[in-house]
């Protein structure tokens, strides 16, 4: 089956008992035994529950993995995924993560003695140097990263952490399977927060795991069941329910994406245009080699700072001011003040997080609204 397919009938339905097209929602917390311990599989929900049996394999056959981990959140997922790695050991990081990602990082480095290093994420010689300075048990990547949309190559950081015994996870929440497949290219973990392009409504909170290794994937589902970060079966559905259209939405938030790209490249007062799928971006060809989309997510750099974001922001009227993303209606936000705000100001500066910059997540919109909403933003600048 083509991708396009696989998203619309990926999951195990229909339902085998019923014949209902969608699988359905199993609100129970609990399932009858026959005996004690004799049971269908089922026992208590934090630990396995239809639905999400169902949302999970999806997950992980869109991954094209072994094995696929629902949570309450994406950070859910992440805590889960940190609670794996003994204190002491070292995280080998791109240097432009989601903000949260940054806080729980700093947090395990303070509380349990992680050591996590960061890197230029689109320098392939950089995480050769970290690697070679030092044991390492994860090398985290976020491709395109959140602001600034640069590049990691997945490829050739997992061909170098292999040789160095590390394992490879990759945030891919920003391109979807639909635009990119980190497993495909050799990682071994994928992690998403299902809050955004899965679920793609902005209705629910949610995340995910997909391991490439099985025996990986089954210590995961052990902390999955030991921590308990997991999602209500009603969350389930409605991920399931995004991943049907994930693939019209993708494109059309591409679309988007490109229309507002290019409006933006061609406006006086803005000095820097970030996204995967201009010509002018400076990782182009990696783009086209590793992603077969440019998405939803621009952001861009306003000359006049921070003044100049707040009057763009405020001018807007299809754009909502909100922060999240990957929804099907399109959203703005001022990283500095609000996404990136648990940063610290002098790491942000390093970072190239600047105050003039300004991030849109293009939704579905007819495009000729989405430019002409840019526009007014930019005229009031
Ligand atoms: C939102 C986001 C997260 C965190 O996910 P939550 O569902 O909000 O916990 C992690 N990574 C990226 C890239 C995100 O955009």
């Not at 990696?286 to 974001?309: H, I, T, W």
């Amino acid at each position: 089956m083509r991708f396009d397919t696989r998203l619309v009938h990926t999951g195990g339905g229909p339902d085998p008992l019923t014949g209902a097209v969608n699988i359905p929602l199993y609100l129970s917390s609990t399932f009858e035994q026959a005996s004690p311990n004799e049971n269908k599989g089922y026992v208590y929900s934090r630990t396995a529950n239809p639905t999400r049996t169902s949302l999970e394999s999806a997950i992980a056959d869109l991954e094209t993995g072994q094995r696929g981990l629902a949570f309450s959140s994406g950070l859910g997922a992440l805590a889960t995924l940190l609670e794996d790695i003994p204190s002491g050991q070292r995280i080998v990081a791109g240097d432009d993560l989601y903000g949260g990602t940054w806080r729980l990082f700093d947090h395990h480095r303070r509380q349990f003695g992680l050591s996590v290093t960061y890197v230029d994420p689109t320098s392939v010689d950089a995480f050769a140097a970290a690697l070679e300075a030092g044991p390492t048990a994860v090398v985290y990547l976020e491709t395109p990263t959140n602001p600034l949309m640069k590049l990691t190559d997945i490829r050739a950081v997992s061909a170098l952490a292999r040789r160095h015994g590390a394992r490879v996870v990759v945030d891919n929440t920003f391109a979807s399977p639909v635009f990119q497949r980190p497993l495909e290219l050799g990682a071994d973990l994928v992690l998403h927060s299902t809050t955004k392009y899965l679920g793609g409504h902005s209705d629910l909170i949610g995340g995910a795991l997909v391991a490439a290794d099985p025996a990986w994937g089954e210590r995961l589902a052990w902390l999955q069941n030991a921590l308990g970060a997991v999602p209500s079966p009603v969350d389930c559905f409605l991920v399931l329910r995004g991943i049907r259209t994930l693939g019209v939405r993708m494109r059309a938030h591409d679309r988007n994406g490109q229309a507002v790209a290019h409006r933006l490249e061609k406006a006086r007062g803005v000095v820097a245009v970030h996204y995967p799928g201009l010509g002018s971006h400076p990782q182009i060809e990696l783009a086209r080699r590793q992603m077969s989309g440019g998405g939803g997510m621009v952001s861009f750099e306003l000359k006049d700072g921070e003044r100049a974001a707040r009057r763009f922001l405020k001018a807007l009227r299809i754009f909502t001011l909100a922060e999240s993303l990957g929804g099907v209606e399109s959203l703005a936000e001022h990283p500095a003040s609000m996404t990136h705000a648990s940063v610290p100001a002098a790491e942000r500066a390093a970072r190239g997080i600047s105050d003039g910059l300004v991030r849109l997540s293009c939704g579905i919109e007819d495009s000729r609204d989405l430019v002409a909403d840019v526009t007014r933003g930019l005229q009031a600048v």
